[in-house]
């Protein structure tokens, strides 16, 4: 199994910033895309970022410029830096990664548990 870790979320003020990271740990493995997606109760589960393993970015609209996502392949982590947070920021982040299983070559694709981010004076 692959499982990932999220860790970095808590209670901000708005204008501030929050660093959450996130780690792929378990059976051998290769990640070929990581990416961050949030949530809200009763809402879809929205992407946020993806990056690559050769570092290719993208990003919701409506987050370019205040998130950035970014990788360090050797530790098989994924950050994203978020700054000027707003309340509607405020949501459940979830780390997902998708690779093949090393030798075998046997597809995955996995979430982790999720962190909470609040946005709130």
């Known amino acids: 199994q692959v499982q990932l870790v999220e860790s970095g979320g808590g209670l901000v003020q708005p204008a501030g910033s929050l660093r959450l990271s996130c780690s792929a740990s378990g059976s051998l493995f290769s990640i070929s895309t990581m990416a961050w997606y949030r949530q809200t109760p009763g809402e879809r589960r929205d992407m946020v970022a993806t990056?690559?393993?050769?570092?290719?970015?993208n990003y919701a609209d409506s987050l370019k410029g205040r998130f950035t996502i970014s990788r360090d392949n050797a530790k098989n982590t994924v950050y994203l830096q978020m700054t000027s947070l707003q309340p509607d920021d405020t949501a459940v982040y979830y780390c997902?990664?998708?690779?093949?299983?090393?030798?075998?070559?046997?597809?995955?694709?996995?979430w982790g548990q999720g962190t909470q981010v609040t946005v709130s004076s």
């Open positions: 990056i690559t393993s050769s570092g290719n970015t």
């Open positions: 997902y990664a998708q690779g093949r299983h090393t030798g075998r070559g046997t597809f995955f694709t996995g």
